[in-house]
Each structure stands twice: as C-alpha cells, then as structure tokens.
C-alpha cells in the first residue's frame, strides 16, 4: 500500500481536530507531537508519534522533537529524482506529503506585564520554522498549512480528484514563509528593544497584519488597505481604535484620524481639535468639551465640513447634541455615553470611534516611518517638548505668566500643522492657523486674513525661525501682542529688532518642529 503522510505540529489548536479528521478519513497517517498528540487522542483520531519514527524521545524540555534527519529528509526530497528515491529507500525514510505548523505564542508573550526573558526565550520556536520554511522549500511536492483559516480549503482540494493545485501550493508557500518571516522580525525587534538603546539598526524589519482592505486608497484608482504594526503598541492609537457605529473607514479617514489623535495627546486639560486634510483648523482646550469644541470650531467655520474630530474626555449628550448638526466624517473620543451614541446613532454615515486611554497622559515613542520610492526613511517621533525653563525672552518687553501659558499651547498646538505653519491663540484656544506654505508670510498671511479681528490681541507661534521680519511686521499689523519661535535664523537680530520697534515679546524656544 502507498502510505500517504501527513506531519501536524501545531500550537494553535483551533480547527485541528476537524482537519485531523478529514485527513485520516483521507487516509493519511498522522505524525505528531506533544500537545497536538494529547488533543487527537482525547478526540480518538489515530496517529503516530514522531518519537516512534525517529527513534528518539522528544528532549530537553521539547526543545527538540522534530529536529530529525528522517522528519526533514522525509519533507524535502524530490519526488521526480531518482536518487533522492533511493536515498530515502536505503534509510527506510518515508515521504511526508502534508506539514500542517504554527509557531509558540511569542507575539501575546512579549504583551504580557513585566514578562520575564526566561519566559519570552522559551517561546522561541525552533523546531516549527524549520518545520515550514523545509515544506514552502519543496512546495511542488508538499502542502504546508500555516493557519487554520486554510484548512477548508485544503482539505478541500485534497478530497477532489485534481488535488491540491500548483496555485494552491505556491500560495501556501508563500503565507508559510510569510509566517516565519514575521515571526523573526518580531524576534529581533523585541530583543534589540529589551537589550539595546540602538533605535535605527543596520538593518532594519517591520512586520504588520492587515486590519481591512479598503474600497480604494488616497484616490479611486489606487488600492489601498489598513495594517497594523507588529507587536501591537499599547499607546491609544488609530489601530487600536474601535469602531462603534458609521460606515467603513476610509484611507483619507485614517490618515487624518491618526492626526487628530496624536494632537489631541499633546493636551491635559478637556480638549477638541479639528482635523482637515491631515491638518488642524481649530484646536482648545477649556473647562468643559463643550466649550472646547464652540472654541475649536470658531477658528475656522468653514473648514470642519467633512472634517474629523477627536475629544480626550467621554463624550456626553450636550456634545453631541451639538455636534448632530453638522456634517462630520469620525468623531473620536475615550468613549460615549449611552445618550450620546444615541443622539449620534442618527447620523447613520457618521464614524464614531472609542479610544480608551486618550484621557490620559501617554508616555509616547517608537519610530515614525514614511515611505519614498524604493526606501523609506525612518526617524524618532516628534514628542519632545522643550521645557519653559530653557526657554529665553530676548526682547526688551517681557510676556506675562498668561502671556507663557498660552504660548505652550501654541507650540503644542504649532508642532501638528504642515510646515511652513504658524498658529494664533487666544488663552488655550486657536483663532488663526496657517500651514502648509512655501514662505513663512504667506502662511502668516493667510492665518491673518482668516482670523480677521480674531487676531487682534493674541500670540503668534511658529513651526521655525523666521528668515526676515516680514512675517512679524505682517502679525503685529494684524493685532498680535506676543511671538514665540524656536530662533536661529542668521536674521536673528534683524527679527528681534522688528519686535522691540513694535513693542511686543518675543521667545525662543530652541527647538524647531518642521512637519512634512
């Protein structure tokens, strides 16, 4: 008789018993190991230990059980060469036609609080990549299954009498390989965090998972779909967002949903802010949202249509009441209460997501990766703020304490609007914003003209130093009464002696905030 083998080594258990089943009944004789074992004989489905083929017992804690010539000889020889046959006649090797492998847990380990590296070493799987990548290898003769949402469909084609097809193997040989791929790289990445202060390696893996394909991505005519990066951070995050009601988010939804909720991070104090093609138009912070939000919105009433909005306090019914009444893509917020999901549940487009976390200061890092043709470039990300302490008023009139306040919430507010950008506060409210410019005064200029006699008695931040005074003449023309800027033009003298003629502080902060 022609016996059929099939080797299932797997940590996952789902699905196992049923595929085992179909296997059996197919007429494969099932290898296995350890835990795989305990399962298959609790549901009276036959099999082989892999320690009675190889005639050693699993060893060192299981740290070897299927790292064994006849295992490896059995999944890699060729069947159509002549002396791959003869070798494994000569050995009394059998030919092993199915792997069916996934990997120890090692992504939810490293997720556990305080996890010891005992523990995350342990979780190291050795034996099973080896297992795959040997099956995706000889992936003509041999089907590897690496997840239970492929057990169907192999089984499937096994029961037919075409069988598993060449698409089918070069298929699953690619998730196999993919699977090993992502493993290490999650690995290396770990232990390189746990073990190094190295933050930009030689060389450099991410690893991600899809979270939705998107009906299109930036434009129609370019597919686009939404990953997750692996492991998953524990910081609030558009990833980590739950979706409570609207229809599916979109690509540009996402992207300017990830800003308003980093920007929204910057502030303690019960704060809205207003997203507009991955910019803000209004950002305040007050005693209550619904004042932040009035505040937020009077900044520019015009562009909060078919904008995104993020909260870092749970919205209540008075928010939303007021919120209904315009047209908006996402509200973020920690959470909702019951009689606001309720007011919102009416506006049936209306993307509502929870974000737990977001009411809380986070201790934020990691890396900020942008994709270029053929690269990307990879940098820290921008969470540094430079403490009031270093910062040097270098005009001969002085800002008062309230002067400051405002000015920290200018630059927290500066630091997430396109470069070249400038901002206008009043308090711990926005009411005049421009960015995204070729030329500091224009973008001044533009911030001036929106805000009208809004300007008028209110401070100025800007992203970077000013290469002329024309942007400072432009803003005090227009009512502002304080600057704050991170200095080091080379017209540095130039700049401040615009502000002395004009009678109102200046601050540098030294510490330029450029967004690209």
């Not at 069988?163 to 993919?178: C, F, N, R, T």
């Not at 690893?207 to 998953?232: C, D, W």
């Not at 942008?370 to 690269?375: A, C, E, I, L, T």
């Amino acid at each position: 008789m022609d016996y059929r083998y099939a080797l299932i080594s797997v940590y996952d258990k789902e699905g196992i018993v049923d595929f085992s089943k179909g296997l059996h009944t197919l007429g494969y004789t099932i290898l296995t190991t350890g835990g795989t074992a305990a399962v298959l004989q609790k549901a009276n489905i036959p099999y082989t230990d892999v320690s009675s083929v190889t005639g050693f017992p699993e060893m060192l804690d299981g740290r070897v059980k299927t790292l064994h010539p006849i295992i490896h000889a059995g999944i890699l020889a060729r069947r159509e060469k002549k002396d791959h046959q003869k070798t494994l006649k000569e050995h009394h090797i059998n030919m092993i036609d199915v792997v069916v492998c996934n990997l120890y847990p090692f992504e939810s380990t490293i997720q556990k609080p305080n996890v010891s590296i005992e523990e995350v070493i342990e979780n190291i799987d050795i034996g099973g990549p080896t297992l795959i990548r040997a099956a995706a290898k000889n992936y003509e003769d041999v089907v590897v299954v690496t997840s239970p949402k492929h057990y169907h469909e192999v089984l499937q084609a096994l029961q037919s009498k075409k069988g598993v097809s060449a698409e089918q193997k070069e298929k699953l040989a690619i998730h196999a390989y993919a699977h090993t791929a992502q493993y290490d790289a999650m690995i290396a990445q770990y232990l390189r965090s746990r073990w190094t202060k190295e933050v930009l390696p030689e060389d450099f893996s991410i690893t991600m998972r899809k979270i939705q394909e998107m009906r299109y991505g930036e434009n129609p005519h370019q597919k686009g779909a939404f990953y997750k990066s692996l492991p998953v951070t524990k910081e609030p995050c558009i990833a980590t967002a739950e979706q409570l009601q609207g229809k599916e988010l979109s690509f540009n939804n996402i992207l300017d949903s990830n800003c308003a909720i980093e920007c929204i991070k910057e502030f303690n104090a019960p704060s809205c802010v207003i997203i507009k093609h991955a910019t803000p138009c209004g950002i305040a912070s007050a005693v209550t949202e619904l004042q932040a939000w009035n505040d937020a919105y009077a900044t520019d009433i015009y562009s909060p249509y078919g904008g995104i909005v993020a909260f870092n306090r749970e919205l209540d019914h008075e928010v939303a009441q007021e919120l209904s009444k315009y047209f908006l893509e996402v509200i973020i917020a920690p959470g909702f209460t019951p009689e606001a999901q309720q007011i919102l549940q009416s506006k049936k487009n209306l993307r509502c997501l929870g974000l737990p976390g977001l009411e809380k200061k986070q201790m934020r890092n990691g890396l900020d990766l942008r994709s270029v043709v053929g690269g990307y470039l990879i940098q820290e990300r921008d969470v540094w703020f430079a403490d009031q302490n270093t910062w040097k008023v270098v005009t001969k009139n002085k800002p008062t304490k309230e002067d400051l306040l405002s000015m920290d919430f200018a630059v927290r507010c500066v630091k997430h609007i396109k470069s070249n950008s400038v901002v206008f506060v009043k308090d711990t409210r926005t009411v005049g914003i421009g960015g995204g410019q070729t030329s500091r005064v224009d973008a001044t200029w533009i911030a001036t003209n929106k805000g009208k006699d809004n300007i008028k008695g209110s401070i100025m931040a800007s992203d970077a130093f000013f290469p002329f005074r024309d942007a400072v003449d432009v803003a005090v023309n227009a009512g502002v009464k304080a600057i704050i800027q991170p200095g080091g033009s080379i017209r540095d003298a130039e700049v401040i002696e615009a502000a002395d003629h004009h009678k109102i502080p200046m601050v540098f902060t030294g510490q330029r905030y450029f967004r690209h």
